[in-house]
């Protein structure tokens, strides 16, 4: 049996292996040391210097990026910027990467890692994504560890770990950085959407969008409706002064209803395109659970207007059995949250207001205004066909036979109906539109065949629409509605 005195003699011999031969490869040259290099810019080991840290939501990482930049590109300031090279060191924290330099001699000056992220539809920043700030205030010495969102350490954040001469200090740059971000802040005055983190749960990246530019001639509603909803979002904050002087508030909602196809999502673009200063988060179907946020930044970035896209998508409770109440009562409650001279716009889109209203209902005051955007009538289809169809030159006997026959559709139809008319022409290799073609496009989309493009467009099924069907089933004994639910039972 062996002797235990001789085992704990070949344990320190092998840990000392370890640390001598094993660990001798990692210690680097005193000038490319990190703990060497941090000691000389601070003057005193970092490690003994407490970490603060600060995070920000991932698609702040362009605005944290840049705030860093200014505030130590301010009169009086300076920095140096330098990389970590090592294995693990995106898995570390400041304090553990200290740590294991200091222990094993690991980690080493190396080169900055960048990320290009989007700041516009047509530009793209390289953001620091894991650099140290060597930086000066006077006498004063910091060091910022800045981490782009990565997934791979403290969740899909953007994070600051500071080292200062005070925890003061590191406080008072870390406000610094949060009031550049507000003042300078890249989403101000732009449309954006938000999209899915790709590696966790949460808010991943924005995405620019071209804010339209439309009139009103390019759009088609009942008389009378588009002035209604424009003095609602557009009147408001061409008037905030004086409705601000007689004690009014600014906050507003509008929702646009009706069946899809209408004009609902057009519409909203026109209202985009009216006001150019406004900063606009559009957020739909999966993305609204992200509203909080979108409100804090319309609270930051006003004015603003928050678009929620088909909002009957979350009226009602993902998971009964867990008590949840709808995701809707949580965008309602977030924009009762903002004050009442907040200028801020939401406008809600859906298909199916019966969804909506009962939550409406229950969480009064914060919709405004509802308004129906209908199926184009007589005088809304002729104008869709002279919008779309300018080019095609028809006459106005061609003119009143696809009105009368395009009865029930909507302006999705209309514009469809115009390409595939087009499309008819092309194939006959000809670049004039007969009326011909415009009758063999009519014909195809009113056919049987294509009843479920009509329906992906948006018009109803005259022979069995939805409330139809409602009728019939209200028509049934509970016997019969046992036989729909049972697949073994005879047909009804």
Not at 240 to 245: F, K, V
Not at 367 to 373: F, L, S, T
Request: charged share 30%.
């Amino acid at each position: 049996m062996s002797n235990p005195g001789d085992i704990a003699a070949f344990g320190r011999l092998f840990e000392a292996f370890l640390q001598q031969v094993v660990h001798r490869e990692e210690q680097p040259d005193e000038a490319q040391s990190l703990l060497g290099r941090l000691t000389r810019h601070l003057g005193r080991p970092p490690q003994d210097i407490p970490v603060v840290k600060a995070t920000r939501p991932p698609y702040d990482h362009a605005n944290v990026h840049l705030a860093l930049e200014r505030w130590f590109n301010t009169e009086g300031r300076g920095h140096e910027l330098i990389g970590v090279t090592g294995e693990n060191r995106r898995f570390e924290s400041l304090a553990e990467l200290l740590m294991a330099a200091q222990t094993y001699g690991r980690y080493r000056v190396g080169a900055v890692d960048y990320a290009y992220v989007p700041v516009s539809t047509d530009e793209e920043l390289a953001c620091v994504s894991f650099g140290l700030y060597l930086g000066t205030d006077g006498d004063d010495r910091y060091a910022v560890l800045l981490r782009g969102p990565s997934g791979e350490y403290d969740g899909n954040h953007v994070t600051l770990e500071v080292l200062a001469p005070s925890r003061d200090a590191a406080k008072g740059l870390l406000s610094g950085i949060d009031r550049l971000i507000r003042e300078h802040n890249v989403f101000r005055g732009k449309v954006i959407s938000f999209e899915g983190s790709d590696f966790s749960e949460g808010i991943g990246p924005f995405r620019f969008h071209r804010r339209p530019a439309l009139n009103p001639a390019d759009i088609v509603l009942p008389e009378g409706l588009l002035d209604r909803v424009e003095r609602q979002v557009v009147g408001v904050a061409r008037r905030r002064e004086r409705l601000r002087a007689t004690g009014q508030h600014l906050r507003r909602g509008l929702l646009l209803y009706g069946p899809p196809g209408t004009g609902k999502t057009h519409t909203v673009r026109y209202l985009l395109s009216q006001l150019p200063e406004f900063t606009v988060v559009v957020l739909a179907g999966t993305t609204i659970q992200h509203v909080g946020a979108a409100c804090a930044l319309a609270r930051q970035l006003q004015p603003a207007l928050v678009v929620l896209e088909d909002c009957d998508l979350v009226a009602e409770a993902r998971d009964y059995s867990d008590g949840e109440q709808p995701l809707l009562f949580q965008v309602l409650n977030e924009m009762d949250g903002l004050g009442d001279d907040a200028d801020v716009a939401f406008l809600l889109t859906t298909n199916r207001a019966d969804l909506l209203e009962p939550a409406l209902a229950q969480r009064p005051g914060r919709v405004d205004m509802a308004v129906e955007i209908p199926l184009p009538d007589e005088a809304g289809r002729r104008r869709l066909l002279e919008l779309y169809g300018g080019p095609l030159g028809l006459d106005d006997a061609a003119t009143e036979s696809v009105v009368d026959r395009t009865e029930g559709t909507t302006a999705s139809f209309t514009k469809e109906l115009v390409r595939r008319t087009v499309l008819f022409a092309a194939e006959r290799d000809s670049e004039v539109v007969e009326v011909a073609d415009l009758t063999a496009a009519l014909d195809e989309l009113l056919s049987d065949r294509d009843a479920l493009t009509r329906r992906l467009l948006g018009v109803p099924d005259p022979a069995c629409g939805r409330g139809d069907l409602d009728d019939e089933l209200d028509e049934l004994d509970d016997d019969e509605l046992g036989r729909l639910d049972d697949p073994d039972a005879d047909p009804v």
